[in-house]
């Protein structure tokens, strides 16, 4: 193989490997237009399955600006946030944001793409006490916390209530569930108003919850 | 003979005309050191000095004049017999130009400078005497004038105490402040009646000190020196001791500890007792050093290095000294070791309208602290895939330096849990080895296990470790590790 050969192939490589890669710039705004240093920006390629991955951040400078270089071709879901700020991480986006999430395409007429990426507002902050067992007073460490927006119940996030403080959608009904195997859901059915809040960015809220055994539950473990 | 007590030797002396008989008495005391003398010489005056052997064996003094400031000097050396004396007319040496010991001449302007004998073949205690006469042509005085003796004092063992382990051999020495010098000197010769207070914890039978079984003893020796008490500086024997403490060696501290993995060129002290002169350090795998200092209570590593392959966490290391070795004390080899869970949530995925499985961790290191923005893949594995669609497979970190911890030590893992699929609650196995890359992240490859998932991915569930969600979450502050 001669020389001009070898560099050919590697010309054609180099080329080939630029065509299939493009790159996605932005800026991160809040809900007034004012840019956000030290947001986390995640794509994620849309309607693609993917068993497993570790979820990529890329950070947005003090301009806000973010540069994601090396993305294949196809069409992105970019989403942003900055939980130390009271935005939600930028995976939770869809559950939390009031703002459209962009879809970037890029091929090879649109190898690159800039972008705003809009996030807020900043949500709410449910501050949950150890959920305890309402006989023996101990606390339940496999409780989940489950909030659903009221207006549109199939809209759901559902943590751990051992985190003790959990982001709430700001400006929005937001309904409550705690739950745990072997108790009965709280609030129990009737009294969903319970678990029914409404806050305010940054706003606080401390929720205190026992649980009931179930007893359908017990028996069925005691079998 | 010139001894304290006997008769006065007088050395005499007449001019050519026999004009002016002279006589000086001689010291009454012996040294093996006379110093500070002066002597002169002029048209008008000279100098004689003498010494002898006032001992029982012949012994070689050396007669040294001092001149152009104490920069130059001039040396006489004879073998004497008991009873013989040695004298240096200065004048004279100066005048016909006397070549010395060493062949050297006192230049002819040469007229004033200090003096000094030495015995060359008693070091501590010297049977030499001394006398000297300055003579006044002019006036014909004659002026007497001798120089002090030099003795000893602070008389020690060196070392001044011993620790260390049973089966060492460790030379003394004996040490004597010189005063005419201010030094201490090596005296180590007049050593004699080395002793043990107790043979059975360490021996002494010379100046090699042997340790043998745990325990306390004193170790003492006794040296006949010359005491510095001019002028007589008399024979005194003197009778230094060493404690002595023999101990198994033991380690108390490792500076730093923990030690980072991947480091080079860096130093590692261990400190404790009982190491005594020359321990043997026993590193754990991956650790490894260019040389070492010590004493009985420190040993400072150099040129450490601790690989890749090093055992992130708590390592033993003992040291061995003597025939003892100690107790495994523990040195900790710091990175990234653990995984702390932060949040496990369940949310609609993103860019796709299933579910996916979000866990958090903290990535922390061996001492607590968090491994920020460290390069970090993954090595998964699946098996036992049972959903009638293709595999869609997944992506994993690898060691290229792409993926990094944030700057909290934080990373996300995704599961997708797509309903899609048959049969339902179909999917496979897992095992996921999360990894340090390294500081470069791509070194070491593959890299360091400081998680380790095992479980299975399904169509309705995910389960990490047991933890089945839905329904059951990972509690915040859940410790995995490798």
Redesign the interface.
């Known amino acids: 193989m001669t020389f001009k050969t070898l560099l050919a192939m590697v010309v054609l490589l180099t080329s080939a490997l630029a065509q299939v890669q493009g790159t996605i710039t932005g800026t991160v705004v809040d809900e007034t237009g004012k840019p956000v240093a030290g947001a986390k920006v995640h794509i994620a390629q849309k309607d693609v399955l993917v068993i497993h991955q570790i979820v990529q951040y890329h950070e947005t400078d003090d301009g806000g600006h973010f540069r994601i270089s090396h993305v294949p071709w196809g069409t992105y879901v970019v989403v942003a946030g900055k939980e130390s700020a009271g935005y939600p991480a930028p995976v939770f986006a869809s559950f939390y944001s009031n703002y459209a999430m962009p879809n970037v395409t890029l091929a090879e007429d649109f190898p690159s793409a800039d972008i705003i990426v809009k996030i807020g507002p900043k949500a709410g902050i449910l501050d949950l006490e150890p959920v305890t067992d309402e006989a023996t007073g101990k606390e339940i460490r496999s409780a989940s916390v489950t909030l659903r927006r009221a207006a549109n119940p199939d809209s759901f996030l559902s943590a751990s209530t051992t985190q003790g403080r959990v982001f709430v959608p700001a400006f929005a009904e937001v309904l409550i569930e705690i739950s745990a195997e072997g108790y009965k859901l709280w609030p129990s059915p009737g009294q969903a108003a319970e678990g029914k809040i409404n806050l305010k960015p940054e706003e606080v809220r401390k929720l205190r919850v026992t649980l009931n055994q179930d007893p359908a539950v017990t028996t069925s473990e005691k079998k | 003979m010139g001894r304290s007590a006997d008769l006065v030797a007088v050395a005499v002396s007449y001019d050519k005309g026999n004009r002016y008989g002279l006589q000086t008495p001689f010291s009454e005391d012996l040294s093996r050191l006379w110093a500070g003398g002066m002597w002169h010489v002029d048209a008008t005056h000279n100098t004689f000095i003498t010494t002898g052997n006032a001992g029982s064996e012949a012994t070689a003094p050396e007669v040294t004049l001092f001149h152009n400031g104490g920069k130059s000097r001039y040396r006489m050396e004879k073998m004497l017999s008991p009873g013989q004396q040695l004298w240096l007319d200065v004048g004279r040496a100066i005048r016909d130009q006397v070549p010395d010991s060493d062949g050297h001449t006192l230049p002819p302007a040469t007229m004033t400078g200090s003096y000094e004998l030495r015995d060359l073949d008693h070091a501590t205690v010297g049977q030499l005497y001394e006398g000297k006469l300055v003579i006044d042509e002019t006036y014909g005085h004659a002026a007497y004038g001798c120089g002090s003796c030099c003795g000893y004092d602070a008389v020690v063992l060196d070392p001044s105490s011993y620790g260390g382990p049973p089966g060492i051999d460790s030379d003394d020495y004996i040490y004597a402040n010189d005063t005419c010098v201010g030094e201490q000197v090596d005296v180590t010769d007049s050593g004699y009646g080395w002793a043990s207070s107790d043979t059975a914890v360490a021996t002494l039978p010379s100046r090699t000190l042997h340790t043998v079984a745990v325990g306390s003893a004193t170790g003492s020796t006794l040296a006949k020196l010359q005491w510095a008490h001019p002028p007589s500086c008399p024979t005194q024997t003197f009778g230094p001791e060493q404690p002595v403490t023999v101990q198994k060696p033991t380690i108390t501290s490792f500076d730093p500890n923990p030690i980072m993995i991947g480091v080079s060129g860096t130093s590692l002290t261990i400190n404790g007792s009982g190491f005594g002169t020359s321990p043997t350090v026993n590193l754990p795998w991956g650790i490894n050093s260019t040389g070492q200092g010590s004493t009985d209570s420190q040993i400072v590593m150099q040129g450490v290095s601790v690989s890749f392959s090093a055992k992130i966490g708590s390592n033993n290391v003992t040291v061995t000294a003597g025939s003892q070795t100690s107790a495994p004390a523990s040195l900790g080899i710091n990175g990234p070791n653990q995984m702390v869970v ?11 309208p299933y579910q ?1 499985r ?1 866990v ?1 961790y903290t990535v922390e290191n061996y001492d607590g602290t968090l491994a920020a923005n460290i390069p ?1 893949a ?1 090595n ?1 594995s699946f098996s036992g895939y049972n959903c009638q669609q293709a ?7 690898q060691c290229n330096a ?2 990094t911890t ?1 700057g909290g030590g934080n ?6 849990m ?1 309903t899609g699929f048959t049969p339902a609650g179909c999917g ?1 196995n ?1 095992t ?1 080895h999360w990894q340090w890359c390294g500081p470069t992240g791509n070194n070491p490859d593959p890299g360091i296990t400081f998680g380790t998932l095992v479980g299975y ?1 399904h169509t309705a569930s995910t389960d990490i470790n047991g933890f089945i969600n ?8 859940t410790v995995f590790g490798p």
């Open positions: 932060q949040s496990d949530t369940i949310a609609t995925c993103v860019g796709a996916c979000f958090s970090i993954e998964i595999n869609p497979g997944s992506t994993t970190a792409q993926y944030d990373l996300t893992d995704e599961w997708a797509y496979e897992l996921d991915s839905p329904p059951n979450k990972i509690p915040t502050g």
